[in-house]
């Protein structure tokens, strides 16, 4: 009795439904279609347990030191991150531009810029092993001059749809925020099952199951929301009453500190420095 050949990774992938998880969203009168990189990593890892990936540091040399970085610069200053996923005994490495949250290239890319980055570069290296390639069909075809639509297979970095009320994501976070009057308005980031939140007033709350679950999404969003509040703030009332509102953020026995403290010494940096800046 003959063997049954056993699929490829290919076969087996590019045969796999995504289209319940794919999205489309307007991006300034683009339609962009995508697949989040949780649910093509879900749908990876259900047939293939042991895939793995790597994402690439490059050595920078500055002042005589040499560090090492996520994300590699070009001559012109623009970014660009690397990542080789393995599955079985094949190989993918893609490299993908540092985009901003309208997918436009960017130098001097902050954190939150190079994680999404990494992101969508690890969903298009598994559009190369098969995996939601009809969602990429065809995006190298349209008229440069008149665009229908563009497609990526990871638009923003998201998560599964919990079916809450608050922000899945960072980036529709941001994108919010952005489009409100002033720019500052309430809102919640569910991370697990728990949400980050600041209030119009600028109370911020980070309950500790978030940052055990993802240490590093909760900085971004702390981050972003201390930004466009020291931005806001136009005197030294103003960031006396956001210290005062957020003391657990800022102090050094906080739960910010004692997941990393570095982070919080930056924080305090900023508001020392916007402080100066209004006095």
């Not at 347990?49 to 200053?77: C, Q, R, V, W």
């Not at 980050?196 to 500790?208: A, F, H, I, K």
């Not at 590093?216 to 972003?224: A, G, N, P, R």
């Amino acid at each position: 009795m003959a063997t049954a050949k056993k699929k490829t990774v290919w076969e087996t992938l590019c045969n796999t439904d995504v289209s319940e998880h794919a999205e489309t969203k307007d991006r300034g009168g683009i339609q962009l279609t995508y697949l989040s990189w949780a649910w093509a990593w879900h749908y990876l890892k259900t047939k293939y347990p042991t895939a793995k990936f790597k994402k690439h540091t490059f050595e920078i040399s500055s002042d005589g030191a040499t560090y090492s970085l996520p994300y590699m610069i070009d001559k012109t200053g623009y970014s660009y991150v690397m990542v080789t996923v393995t599955v079985e005994d094949e190989e993918v490495t893609e490299v993908f531009p540092v985009l901003n949250y309208a997918n436009k290239p960017v130098q001097k890319p902050n954190s939150f810029d190079v994680n999404t980055a990494h992101q969508r570069c690890l969903t298009k290296c598994l559009g190369y092993l098969g995996l939601g390639i009809s969602i990429y069909a065809g995006e190298d075809l349209n008229d440069p001059e008149t665009p229908e639509e563009e497609v990526s297979l990871d638009d923003e970095e998201e998560s599964p749809p919990s079916g809450d009320d608050g922000f899945d994501d960072v980036s529709d976070f941001i994108e919010a925020t952005e489009e409100a009057f002033d720019g500052f308005q309430s809102a919640s980031l569910k991370i697990g099952d728990v949400k980050v939140e600041c209030s119009t007033d600028g109370n911020l709350t980070v309950p500790q199951p978030c940052i055990d679950f993802d240490p590093s999404l909760v900085e971004q969003w702390v981050e972003f929301w201390v930004d466009k509040f020291l931005v806001k703030s136009k005197t030294k009332a103003d960031l006396n009453d956001f210290y005062g509102k957020n003391k657990n953020i800022f102090s050094a026995k906080g739960l910010l500190a004692k997941s990393n403290p570095d982070f919080v010494k930056k924080l305090k940096d900023k508001l020392t420095t916007r402080v100066e800046e209004l006095s």
